[in-house]
């Protein structure tokens, strides 16, 4: 064999790897022209194509919104009230977007949403909020490889609804004498002025049993809530101790000698002769609180403009722990916030009082 024929051989050995061609494999003949690969002397048909790949090898799937939507909605880890909140986004943006995949949809799609919920009469915090659930159900999908980029995050800033911040709606000093002296009835009366002490949450209040009660140590645990119908975890699930003051010990032991199920240990602290056994929140507030208000001449928009309801009971609490000198680090932490940054948000206006107090702490201190 001479040496131009063994250079052949080893250029077609060589060239028999194979190469990807569109979606079929391909193989060299000893001139080097390319064929279709055959198996059991026929021509071999090629595989589906495959999914598109990105830089790190992974498939890059595709999907319609509304089903991702469908999908998102039922993997989630959260409460079913926090789900069905959400689901009323899905529910807008299903209709903006249609058929169209998730893949496809891009920044002007998002600003297409936020118009149509202008129109809708929408204001610019629900917006906020839809986009804010549009934008989670979109980085789950950029995760997933179901899209590349978060077309929320694309939106420009001078597109984005800016909702104004809203004051909390609290009541002053001198009417709360007046509204309790109209609040009769057991067990709203207490369940008022425990929530107005504590600061704790409707849901937190309407889900306490006397377990959860230490009134020799005077401390709450925070263990669940009842929303919606349903026993869950506390809000951003924080479970907490929330320490009471005298007054809040001797208003609970009152109520428990009176109440007859106070000797239960596993007994609901504000108990409706009901089947679930719990009180109603809309009866509490249309039929006892709104009512008493009435009575007591104490209009529903507060000072700040903002309409009154039960939360205003835990916005008084915050405001009046702030004049008095309380530190906000201590008062998020005592509400369950998720982090200082909301309590500071909704009340750091109200902490002037501890900052003078602080300021004052530099008297004296400079030599000169």
Known sequence: MDAGCRQDIRLHLSERASLLRGSAWWWRDLGGAAIPRRAGGRAWNPPPEPALEDSGNRPRLSIGFADWADRWLESLERKPSTVDSYRSTMVHAKKVFGDRTVRGLGAEDVADLNGRLRERGCSPSTRAKHLRVLGACMQAAVFYRYTDTNPVRELPPAQKPRPERKEAAYFENDELPHLFSYLHEEPYRTFCLVALKTGMRQGELLALRWCDTDLTEA?????????????????????????????????????????????????????????????????????????????????????????????SFRHTFAKRALENGAQITWLSRHLGHSTLKVTTDIYGHWERAERKLQAAKMEGVFPV
């Open 219 to 311: 401390v709450i645990r925070v263990r669940r809530s009842y929303t919606a119908g349903a026993i869950s975890t506390p809000k951003n699930r924080e479970r907490r101790d929330v320490d009471l003051i005298t007054d809040v010990v001797d208003l609970l032991e009152r109520w428990r000698s009176r109440s007859q199920h106070g000797h239960a240990r596993d007994s609901l602290v504000f108990h409706r002769n009901s089947a679930a056994g719990f009180l109603s929140p809309t009866f509490l507030l249309r039929r006892q609180l709104y009512p008493a208000m009435g009575q007591a001449q104490i209009p529903r928009i507060g000072p700040t403009q903002e309409p009154r309801t039960f939360h």
